[in-house]
């Protein structure tokens, strides 16, 4: 396991460069999946717009505006605190890791003065320098109208479903823990750990729903073009739990391998060097001892959770992205990754290590609740929409390809 970059170039490549350690294994993959989950949404808002199911809208845009004192100030602040703290963090990252990154951080002692003016000066030139070709198409200030094509604002959306999927992903995540006082609670919510994947679906659901709509864009025909996106990201955001080590791992496999070729990892693993440092201490921790103390193993080989949600997601991705052909009316895509998502989350949480509660004498996890009511929606309006779509007149213009 590689609780952060550092690990993972010292084991593969046998590099050790310590500004990597700033860069956390899990942090790195869920940015990865964002940047998947862009592309793959991009895609198909172009396919749909070239088929001509989804138009832009007009917007006005006010152009040649001069350099103003707000860009230049947001842009010295931003510059500075990249370059102050930025550049002194790459080259002394173990103050910026453990128990003493917090205060090293928020201190003005540790950071380079030459490197925030440097930084902060070369964001206002690029700034100047868009608003001189911008000045020189229009010279004088007014108002101009462009279209705007609902995969121009992928980027938008990618940012407003990842802040606010992290934020939804913490506060559920926050509801299962007991916190002995209010400090306790802020500290673990500014933390880089405990993110629990429905609460971030949910809010960004809401978040990304109200953003479309103030936009013109069919909700229906985003929700489609998304679910793929989704589910790809659920896989991909798996490997970040699996590569770190997170805790995110099943119950002990008490089964023999069944296939001699089927390697231990993808059956039953240790988890060596994992960031929960659980539970049984290594002898053989070749890495530096200034790499940190993450020098710990399961004592009994569990079930690799995060690689078989991986592999499921992958054939729902694949399931999904079939199926945006075979569909007319829109929604339909969406709702059965509803089903599918729930499904597949209801039948792991069964080998995964989670906390069960009772309700009308059914002992379920958090997760599981979730993902029967999302089961039952997504089968509920997909067999509506079916019905719905039997009853409309074939017509290429209303296929979803």
Same mark, same amino acid.
């Given at each position: 396991m590689y609780p952060n970059l550092r690990y993972a170039f010292y !084991? +593969?490549?046998? *590099? !050790? +460069?310590?500004? *990597?350690?700033l860069i956390q294994t899990y942090g790195f993959f869920l940015a990865l999946t964002f940047v998947a989950c862009g592309i793959a949404l991009s895609a198909d808002l172009k396919r749909r717009e070239k088929l001509g199911i989804l138009q832009?809208?007009?917007?006005?845009?006010?152009?040649?505006?001069p350099l103003s004192f707000m860009d230049i100030i947001s842009n010295v602040i931003m510059g500075f605190?990249?370059?102050?703290k930025g550049v002194y963090a790459i080259i002394h990252p173990k103050l910026f890791i453990g128990n003493n990154a917090k205060d090293n951080l928020f201190s003005m002692d540790h950071g380079y003065w030459?490197?925030?003016?440097?930084?902060?000066?070369?964001l206002v030139f690029i700034k100047y320098r868009d608003k001189i070709k911008e000045c020189t198409e229009y010279p004088n200030r007014q108002k101009i109208t462009k279209t705007i094509m609902p995969h121009q604002r992928v980027t938008d959306i990618v940012i407003l479903a990842a802040i606010s999927g992290v934020i939804g992903a913490k506060l559920l995540y926050m509801t299962e823990r007991d916190y002995p006082t209010w400090s306790a609670m802020i500290e673990d919510f500014f933390s880089g750990s405990g993110l629990a994947v429905y609460g971030g679906f949910i809010l960004a659901f809401f978040v990304v729903s109200y953003y479309v709509r103030s936009k013109k864009i069919p909700l229906p025909q985003l929700f489609d073009a998304c679910a793929p996106a989704m589910i790809l990201g659920t896989g991909l955001?798996?490997?970040?739990?699996h590569?770190?080590?997170?805790?995110?791992?099943?119950?002990?496999?008490?089964?023999?391998k069944p296939f001699a070729w089927l390697p231990d990892w993808l059956w039953a693993y240790n988890y060596p060097n994992n960031v929960m440092n659980t539970n049984l201490l290594m002898e053989d921790c070749y890495y530096p001892a200034d790499f940190g103390d993450y020098c710990h193993?399961?004592?009994?080989?569990?079930f690799p959770t995060p690689i078989f949600e991986l592999i499921i997601c992958l054939i729902i991705f694949a399931i999904l992205?079939?199926?945006?052909?075979?569909?007319?009316?829109?929604?339909?895509?969406?709702t059965v990754y509803l089903f599918f998502t729930g499904l597949q989350r209801f039948l792991l949480e069964m080998i995964r290590v989670n906390d069960d509660y009772t309700v009308a004498g059914l002992s379920l996890s958090q997760a599981q609740y979730i993902a029967v009511i999302l089961m039952v929606l997504g089968f509920g309006l997909t067999s509506i929409m079916l019905i719905k779509q039997k009853k409309m007149p074939v017509s290429g213009n209303n296929t979803t390809a």
């Open positions: !084991d +593969i490549f046998g *590099l !050790d +460069i310590p500004a *990597l350690s832009g809208i007009e917007e006005e845009v006010e152009v040649g505006l605190i990249l370059g102050f030459w490197a925030g003016i440097i930084i902060a000066a070369f955001g798996r490997l970040g739990c590569f770190s080590g997170d805790g995110d791992w099943g119950d002990p496999n008490p089964f023999a193993m399961l004592s009994k080989p569990v992205w079939k199926l945006r052909h075979k569909v007319q009316l829109h929604g339909i895509v969406f």
